[in-house]
């Protein structure tokens, strides 16, 4: 049902509240039927026909200017605050039936997908974006327990109720080894040059500056992406590319049975972020 007006017994349509706006700020014909979507001579057939509705002239117009009159600028202020509040109510309601509203929880692990996610929330103005970081054994757990609806994690994460979304970031695979070790010098090494040198995997609760502290104490290597050389700098870490070696791929991803509006709508915008960078 179109939204009216009441002018006594008459009532103005939709089409005429908005036309008669838009002049109001244009203030030009042309610019107004643009907006509006129509032809010119229907901005000027809506507007005569206030002005009969009305009783007296809302604009005056000549060949080079039009402005509003009296009459025409009280009406506005007294239709515009009513048009904004019905305008805005049906915006909500179409975003809260798109399941764009409420609150989404979104998991990061790292420093680096942290500041990711918090950029690409910024672009949900309609719900609430709770983000919480989680360590590298925590991503899947969070998922599967709905401590989280989407989480930005190292893939793949495999589980048959998930469902991975784009991958945003790819990056270049390092090992991090002591300092002062003899691969710390090298410019690149390869897995062969691994051999004999252990390598430390994460604990189910540990924490990646946990492993780099074992790392600097000479207990072994441990390989992460090339974000490691910039977020998490230590004196008595080096970090040497690792040649011949897949990627590291981080993406989104979210249980299959919560592929909710919001979590759509969080990944589209994760992903226009990465492309615009």
């Not at 509705?53 to 007294?78: K, M, N, Q, Y």
């Not at 509040?85 to 049906?90: D, M, P």
């Not at 590298?136 to 998922?143: D, I, K, R, V």
Request: glycine share 8%.
């Amino acid at each position: 049902m179109k939204p009216r007006f009441t002018m006594g017994v008459r009532v103005l349509e939709r089409h005429e509240i908005e036309t008669l706006l838009v002049l109001a700020e244009e203030l030009h014909f042309g610019r107004t039927a643009d907006r509006v979507g129509v032809s010119t001579s229907r901005v000027s057939q809506t507007v005569r026909r206030l002005e009969r509705r009305v009783g007296a002239a809302l604009f005056t117009r000549t060949s080079r200017r039009v402005e509003l009159t009296d009459i025409g600028r009280a009406l506005c202020a007294d239709v515009r605050p009513g048009w904004a509040a019905i305008t805005a109510g049906v915006d909500r309601a179409i975003r809260a039936g798109k399941g764009l509203t409420g609150t989404l929880r979104v998991g990061f692990v790292g420093a680096a997908g942290g500041l990711l996610v918090a950029d690409a929330a910024t672009a949900l103005t309609d719900c609430e974006v709770v983000l919480r970081e989680a360590q590298f054994p925590e991503a899947a757990p969070w998922l599967r327990d709905r401590v989280v609806d989407v989480v930005l994690a190292c893939l793949p994460l495999d589980d048959p109720d998930f469902t991975p979304g784009p991958v945003l970031v790819t990056e270049a695979r390092l090992v991090a080894v002591r300092a002062d070790h003899p691969l710390a010098r090298r410019r690149s090494v390869t897995a062969d040059d691994l051999r004999g040198v252990p390598e430390l995997r994460a604990p189910d609760d540990g924490t990646l500056q946990e492993i780099l502290t074992l790392v600097g104490a000479g207990r072994g290597a441990f390989p992460v992406g090339a974000h490691a050389r910039r977020y998490y700098p230590r004196p008595d870490v080096a970090y040497v590319p690792l040649t011949g070696a897949p990627p590291v791929r981080w993406g989104l991803v979210w249980r299959a049975d919560n592929a909710t509006a919001r979590v759509r709508a969080f990944a589209a915008a994760a992903e226009e972020l990465v492309r615009a960078r």
